[in-house]
């Protein structure tokens, strides 16, 4: 049996931007690393993808923290591209897929070009690979498809298993394993759900004035879905 006190020690643990701790495990360690290598990066973009809640904002934060990147705000591409022009400059934009458009297309064309003459580095986070995006301008296009692409998976139980560890033990809370191998198959695995789910136990417990233990978390999930039915 995994105790408390094991779960959390199989993993490295890093710092991110919120001065939280972020957990490295397979499905995001080839992230790590990339970001561990900058700037001596290859080519001058790097994409992180995978599926919503696999953890691609922790990981723009830790890049965040070491790099202190400039954020991309796309309607303001101007500003990105006069900072591209200084060299060694870092960028930083999530969720791309979702923010790029038609009308700014042929600026980050622009822009990606003067950060590879530059020396500047970008991170992107979006869901989709760049070069699967649905852009109209076919040298944006093309630019995209030779981006080095790093996907990350969901978290696995070993990894949502050390999360909820470690997120308890920072509210000062020792939790039995059986709570934790209980939570597991009926919490939401991404990084926001189970932070979440962490901090409604804890506020009800508080309030309530009860330990967490397996009945007590089995009361509040049964009573939160039963007013998702409702």
């Avoid at 591209?84 to 297309?105: G, S």
């Avoid at 600026?107 to 530059?118: A, C, D």
């Avoid at 580095?121 to 649905?134: D, E, F, M, Y």
């Avoid at 998976?153 to 070993?158: E, L, V």
Wanted: charged content about 25%; glycine content about 4%; proline content about 7%.
């Amino acid at each position: 049996m995994i105790s408390s006190l094991q779960l959390p020690l199989h993993f490295q643990h890093r710092p991110s931007l919120s001065g939280d701790d972020f957990i490295v495990a397979p499905c995001n360690s080839e992230a790590i690393q990339w970001i561990d290598r900058w700037p001596k990066w290859p080519e001058p973009i790097i994409a992180l993808t995978g599926p919503r809640g696999c953890g691609k904002s922790h990981l723009v934060n830790v890049f965040s923290n070491i790099a202190k990147p400039y954020p991309i705000v796309v309607n303001k591409l101007e500003h990105a591209l006069r900072r591209a022009m200084k060299v060694q400059t870092a960028f930083v934009i999530d969720n791309a897929e979702e923010k790029l458009c038609m009308e700014v297309e042929e600026l980050f064309l622009h822009f990606i070009n003067v950060l590879k003459e530059s020396g500047g580095h970008l991170l992107i986070a979006s869901s989709n690979p760049p070069g699967r995006w649905k852009l109209a301008l076919p040298d944006l296009v093309s630019r995209l498809r030779a981006v080095q692409v790093v996907s990350i998976g969901m978290p696995d139980d070993r990894l949502v298993a050390a999360l909820l560890v470690k997120l308890f033990s920072d509210r000062q809370l020792r939790i039995d394993s059986d709570v934790i191998k209980y939570l597991l198959p009926r919490i939401d695995r991404s990084f926001e759900g189970i932070q979440k789910q962490v901090s409604i136990l804890d506020s009800t417990a508080l309030h309530l004035q009860r330990k967490i233990t397996v009945p007590f978390v089995r009361e509040i999930l049964d009573n939160k879905q039963k007013s998702v039915d409702n």
